[in-house]
């Protein structure tokens, strides 16, 4: 299971690997603010964490994480 924090701490160091500057970790961009979105959108039992596959349906489902993870899939 995968809580706020620990997705935050991955969403975090995603955006340190791609060197995101302060100016892309801003408002809907924001680790805090993408964690809230994944959550929202993925948590289908609403118990506030992520199992392994919500997390990963998150990720592929959030555009951002998505081209983080795969910046050239289109």
Do not use: H
Request: glycine share 2%.
């Amino acid at each position: 299971m995968i809580d706020k924090k620990e997705m935050t701490t991955v969403i975090d160091a995603l955006y340190d690997l791609l060197d995101y500057n302060t100016t892309l970790r801003t408002g809907p961009n924001s680790s805090s603010e993408r964690v809230a979105a994944i959550i929202e959108k993925c948590d289908k039992n609403n118990d506030q964490v992520l199992s392994r596959q919500e997390f990963i349906n998150g990720c592929l489902e959030d555009a951002v994480i998505r081209d983080i993870l795969v910046p050239y899939s289109w």
